[in-house]
RNA sequence: CGGGCUGUAGCGCAGUGGCUAGCGCGCUUGGUUCGGGACCAAGAGAUCGGAGGUUCAAAUCCUCUCAGCCCGACCA
């Protein structure tokens, strides 16, 4: 017996460590807080980014690349933005020996840098709009880290737009919100829910906040992306004037949005199960693996098949790979594989020899079948495309299985348990029940009066939080606060979240 | 920053005062296996997190210290 993975049943933290570790995602590093990213995480990163600039290009957007290092003073020039990131700043004080005469801060997002070059770059509506996007580390010195989901130091895209009218900077954050959405559903299968965040909830600088929400299966709210209206908070505070067209001077409205390593951690948690990494088959590093199964006295015969059948997924585009490896055993290989979380699994041994056909078994469903070899490149991208709709599908049934509209406290406290479950009381019996409790609830989604202190209450009392306010269901929300009771103002997603 | 747990071989652990520090996995070599985590044999691998102390004797007891993980508050 190799690595186990604990159940999710049984710890469920556990299991999704257990899951980055023994996939060989990502390690821990010498610097607390830091991960180490391994070439399978690597590579499931390197996917996602490709396919999302490539979205980005299409909708006008140009890379560029701006220091790590920001002067402290630059952070200094938001109120709120640096409120906000002050207490998680790395700060840079000595360099080349020396003490510098103004430290540096060591990004914790982007802005700043950003609009005191925009400061120079921007004088007429006609250098207007910029679209600039830049692939990159952040640090964020975070008391509590969690491989993928929290980390020190992370990577990350933050596009940084600079526009003429309030009303552009509007649309291109609401089109990156939906850029973000499609994104995650048609690429990660991951269903998400867009919406814009409430004032507590907001970026440190921006004026309105918006993410995509996605539930994972212990039903926490992960959020998965954001997509900020800055207004010309920045701009003031960097003095970025342009002039406009009627030839007078105006502040420039800006936006930022970011999609982080995050996306790894809730792509694990939404797909995977006990056995190991489950993954779309758009993020596959390999598509396939071929095991093939032979013994001493007929591996040159199943070898040559199996290389045979590698070459016909390859002709046909197909990422595949074969595990030749005569060390271990098959059974071994299938556990590993799994672990790995390659989508599908070609068997291919002497009775597959014999009937010139192979064995075709889908990561996530079990499902097995048997196809002729020369139908097998065909019958795999048929398997690959129900898998990524199918994961989709699932992890959607599962979001609406698990979300309940309510209408008052009644509905909340009895969808949330009244009691929050206490983690890390040792027992009587003195063992430690640590991690063990079950999530309860999930999405509650109603009405909400917009008070800040409602909000307030909901997260003292249940650590439950509004995630958003849902898109495209702000229309007809009259009726009474499901917390307060008070006329309500708009819909709400409630969450326990990571 | 609070709470809990843990530092002994690459990994997971046992060893609660006694002289040569063990076990499982992994690793190396050879052989037999191979359709759900095979087996046999022979090897390699550790100044027991660090410092100080108690003792004839310390992985084990005491003091200090460092580190990591998990949980909580804060956050992409």
Known sequence: MAEKITARSVDYSQWYIDIVLNAKLADYSPVKGCMVIRPRGYAIWERLRGELDRRFKETGHQNAYFPMFIPMSFLQKEAEH???????????????????EEPLVVRPTSETIIWSKYRDWIQSWRDLPLLY??????????????????????????????HETKAEAEAETAQMLEVYRKFAEEYLCLPVIAGRKSDSEKFAGAVETYSIEAMMQDKKALQAGTSHFLGQNFAKAFDVQYQTREGSLDYVWASSW???????????MTHSDDKGLVLPPSLAQDELVIVPIFKSDNKASVMEYANKAFGLFKAEGLRVVIDSDDSQSPGWKFAEWEMRGVPIRVEAGPKDVASASVVMVRRDSGEKVQVKLEEAPAMAKELLKRMQKELLEKARTFREANTKDVRNMDDILAFYGKEIVAKNQPADDGESHEGTSEAKGGFARGLWCGSRDCEAR????????????????QDNCSGACCLCGASAKHMAIFARSY
Not at 82 to 89: A, D, R
Not at 458 to 473: D, Q, W, Y
């Open 82 to 100: 640096v409120e906000g990131f002050s207490p998680e700043l790395a700060v840079v004080t000595h360099g080349g020996g020396e003490k510098l």
């Open 258 to 268: 970011g999609v982080s390593t995050r996306l790894i951690g809730a792509i694990i």
């Open 133 to 162: 996007n830049q692939w990159a580390n952040v640090v964020r010195w975070e008391k509590r880290t969690r491989l993928f989901l929290r980390t020190a130091e992370f990577l990350w895209q933050e596009g940084h737009t600079a």
């Open 458 to 473: 909901l997260k003292a009392e249940l650590k439950v939080t509004i995630r958003n306010l849902p898109s495209g269901m």
